[in-house]
C-alpha cells in the first residue's frame, strides 16, 4: 500500500460524495446508500471499487446517460419467499439496497429468501450485500453479471463479466467470513486502478485475441472494449493446465443466475456500447439469496460452529517463510482497523475527480491534499 498518499477524513470524504451524488440528480436518501456503498469498499481496502470509481463509473454514466441517477424500481413478481424487481436502468447501488431489505425480512419470516434485478446498473462492492445479511446473523450470496470481458476456457473472446460469486457467513468474532471475489484472476477495476496509478499488470491475467499476454493497463482498457483482449477465468487461460475450467464454470453460473432468475439481458448484451458505437444502457441482473440460521440449528450455534472453524484453520501449521494464516474477510478488517482513524487515501488521479466533480458543481469543500 503507497503509504505517501494523502488521507481524507471518513466524514468529510461521505458528506462530499452525497452532496455530488445529488449534484448529479440523485435524492439524497438515495446518495447516502451510493456514498456507504462506495466508502465500505474503501473501509475493506478494496481500493478498485471504492472512490475509485466515483467519477468513471457513476459520475461520467450519469452525463453520458448510460445511468440515470432517479431509481424507478418496480417489484415486477413477488412471493412470500421471492422479489423479481426491474431497476429501469437506475442506480444499482439503491435498487439492491431495497431488495436486500425485504428480503431479510423474508428470510426472518419463512427462513429463507431470494431475489433477482434486471435492468439495473453497476451496483459496487458485491461483499456490501451480503454483509447486509450477516450483520443480521444470517447468510447472504449474491452475484452480478458485467460488461463481457472474461474468455471461456480454451477461448480468447471477452464473453462474460467479472461475475463475482459472493458470500458472507456470520461468526461470533468481529467479523464475518466473506468471499468477495470475481471469477477472473482480475477484474476490471483493478486493472483501472493500476491504469490511474501508472502500473503494468501482472503477466497472465489478461490475454489478447492472438492468444498472447499483455500486461499495458491503458492499453488492456482499451482492448477490453473494443474486444481484442480478454481476462483470464480464475486458474488461468487460455488452456486448461491450471484448471481455468473451474473459474469459466462459476462466471458461467452467475452469468445464468443473474440473467435467468429475473429474465434479464446477458453476455454481449451487457457492453453499454450501441452497434453504432455510441453509449446504450447496460441492462445488468444480480441475484441475492438471505437465509437465516435460526430456521436451522440457530443463529448463535451457526456463528460459534462458523467461527471455530476460522480459528482452527488461522492455528493450522504454516508454511515455511509465512507467519499468518488469514480466513476471508479479515484481511478487509485489518485494513478497516489501519485506516479508521486515519481516513480514505486518495491517489492523485482521484483527487483530480473529486475536484473537477467539486468545481463543476460548486461545492465548498476543501480536501487535505489542496
Same mark, same amino acid.
Given at each position: 500500500?503507497?503509504e505517501?498518499?494523502?488521507?481524507v477524513?471518513?466524514?468529510l470524504m461521505?458528506?462530499?460524495?452525497v452532496d ?6 440523485v435524492?439524497h436518501?438515495?446518495a447516502?446508500?451510493?456514498?456507504d456503498v462506495?466508502?465500505e469498499s *474503501? @473501509?475493506?481496502g ?10 468513471p463509473?457513476?459520475i461520467?454514466?450519469i452525463e453520458?446517460g448510460?445511468?440515470l ?8 413478481r413477488?412471493?412470500p419467499?421471492t422479489?423479481?424487481?426491474d431497476?429501469?436502468?437506475?442506480m ?6 431495497r ?5 431479510i425480512?423474508?428470510a426472518?419470516t ?7 434485478i434486471?435492468?439495473s446498473?453497476?451496483y459496487?462492492?458485491a461483499?456490501y ?6 450483520k443480521?446473523?444470517?447468510?447472504g450470496?449474491?452475484?452480478t ?8 476456457t480454451y #477461448? ?5 463479466g467479472?461475475? $463475482?460469486?459472493t458470500?458472507a457467513l $456470520?461468526?461470533d468474532e468481529?467479523?464475518?467470513?466473506c468471499v468477495d471475489c470475481a471469477t477472473?484472476?482480475v477484474?476490471r477495476?483493478?486493472i483501472e486502478?493500476?491504469?490511474?496509478e501508472g502500473k $503494468?499488470?501482472p503477466?497472465?491475467m489478461?490475454?489478447a485475441?492472438d492468444?498472447?499476454?499483455l500486461?499495458d ?8 472494449v473494443d474486444?481484442?483482449?480478454?481476462l483470464?477465468?480464475l486458474? #488461468?487461460g487460455?488452456?486448461d ?12 453460473v452467475?452469468?445464468?443466475l443473474?440473467?435467468a432468475l429475473?429474465? #434479464? ?14 453509449p446504450?444502457?447496460?441492462h445488468l441482473?444480480?441475484?441475492?439469496f438471505?437465509? *437465516?440460521?435460526?430456521a436451522?440449528?440457530g443463529?448463535?450455534?451457526f456463528a460459534k460452529?462458523a467461527g471455530?472453524i476460522?480459528?482452527e ?6 508454511? $515455511? ?13 485489518l485494513a ?8 480514505v487515501?486518495? #491517489?492523485?488521479a482521484?483527487?483530480?475527480e473529486?475536484?473537477?466533480?467539486r468545481? @463543476?458543481l460548486g ?5 487535505p491534499?489542496?
Amino acid at each position: 500500500m503507497d503509504e505517501n498518499r494523502p488521507y481524507v477524513p471518513w466524514q468529510l470524504m461521505n458528506d462530499f460524495l452525497v452532496d455530488a451524488f445529488v449534484g448529479y440528480g440523485v435524492p439524497h436518501d438515495d446518495a447516502v446508500i451510493c456514498a456507504d456503498v462506495l466508502l465500505e469498499s *474503501d @473501509r475493506r481496502g478494496i481500493e478498485s471499487h471504492g472512490c475509485n470509481r466515483f467519477k468513471p463509473i457513476y459520475i461520467d454514466r450519469i452525463e453520458n446517460g448510460t445511468l440515470l441517477p432517479v431509481t424507478n424500481l418496480e417489484i415486477v413478481r413477488e412471493t412470500p419467499t421471492t422479489i423479481v424487481a426491474d431497476a429501469h436502468d437506475g442506480m444499482g447501488m439503491v435498487a439492491a439496497y431495497r431488495v436486500m431489505e425485504r428480503l431479510i425480512e423474508k428470510a426472518r419470516t419463512y427462513g429463507m429468501a431470494g431475489g433477482a434485478i434486471r435492468n439495473s446498473t453497476h451496483y459496487g462492492i458485491a461483499g456490501y450485500w451480503a454483509t447486509m445479511a450477516s450483520k443480521q446473523g444470517m447468510i447472504g450470496i449474491t452475484g452480478t453479471n458485467a460488461r463481457p470481458s472474461i474468455a471461456p476456457t480454451y #477461448g480468447v473472446e471477452n464473453m462474460m463479466g467479472t461475475n $463475482p460469486l459472493t458470500f458472507a457467513l $456470520p461468526t461470533d468474532e468481529e467479523f464475518p467470513f466473506c468471499v468477495d471475489c470475481a471469477t477472473s484472476i482480475v477484474q476490471r477495476g483493478k486493472i483501472e486502478y493500476y491504469a490511474r496509478e501508472g502500473k $503494468p499488470t501482472p503477466a497472465g491475467m489478461v490475454v489478447a485475441n492472438d492468444g498472447s499476454q499483455l500486461t499495458d493497463s491503458e492499453e488492456i482498457l482499451r482492448r477490453l472494449v473494443d474486444g481484442t483482449a480478454a481476462l483470464a477465468p480464475l486458474g #488461468g487461460g487460455p488452456g486448461d493446465e491450471m484448471a481455468g475450467y473451474k473459474g469459466y464454470g462459476y462466471a458461467a453460473v452467475v452469468e445464468i443466475l443473474s440473467s435467468a432468475l429475473a429474465g #434479464g439481458k446477458f453476455m454481449k448484451a451487457l457492453t453499454g456500447v450501441a452497434p453504432d458505437g455510441s453509449p446504450q444502457m447496460y441492462h445488468l441482473g444480480h441475484f441475492f439469496f438471505v437465509v *437465516d440460521p435460526d430456521a436451522f440449528c440457530g443463529r448463535d450455534t451457526f456463528a460459534k460452529i462458523a467461527g471455530d472453524i476460522c480459528r482452527e484453520l488461522r492455528a493450522s501449521r504454516k508454511a $515455511p517463510g509465512y507467519d499468518r494464516i488469514l480466513t476471508a474477510g479479515e484481511r478487509e478488517w485489518l485494513a478497516w482497523q489501519e485506516r479508521k482513524d486515519k481516513g480514505v487515501p486518495v #491517489g492523485k488521479a482521484v483527487q483530480a475527480e473529486i475536484l473537477a466533480v467539486r468545481d @463543476r458543481l460548486g461545492l465548498p469543500y476543501e480536501f487535505p491534499f489542496e
